[in-house]
Nanobody, 115 residues
Framework: QVQLVESGGGLVQAGGSLRLSCAAS????????MGWYRQDPGKQRELVAI???????NYVDSVKGRFTVSRDNAKNMVYLQMNSLKPEDTALYYC?????????WGQGTQVIVSS
């Protein structure tokens, strides 16, 4: 089993920054993809940023140049540095880990960006 615990969400003014962290524990394999998704009520969950164990990243167009995903393989951690936040970034952010054709989710951390 795999457990994911997010932290770092909160309330911030537009233009501000937040850093999300996610700690993975359990049966973690060296080859995996970790990352972040977000969901607003009434909307589908969308990919924000992912990074594989080799360091290759992928971002949704709306956050390119503002968000940076990174990971610490030794600690099984993934981070999301969010800069120049906009009100439309407001959502519940979920940590995700994919390995061996399985997908695992954290409980989510709320990000609210006020205008």
């Amino acid at each position: 089993q795999v457990q994911l615990v997010e932290s770092g969400g909160g309330l911030v003014q537009a233009g501000g920054s937040l850093r999300l962290s996610c700690a993975a524990s359990g049966s973690i394999f060296s080859i995996n993809t970790m990352g972040w998704y977000r969901q607003d009520p009434g909307k589908q969950r969308e990919l924000v940023a992912i990074i594989n164990s080799g360091g290759r990243t992928n971002y949704v167009d709306s956050v390119k140049g503002r968000f940076t995903v990174s990971r610490d393989n030794a600690k099984n951690m993934v981070y999301l540095q969010m800069n120049s936040l906009k009100p439309e970034d407001t959502a519940l952010y979920y940590c995700n880990l994919q390995q061996l054709l399985k997908s695992y989710w954290g409980q989510g951390t709320q990000v609210i960006v006020s205008s």
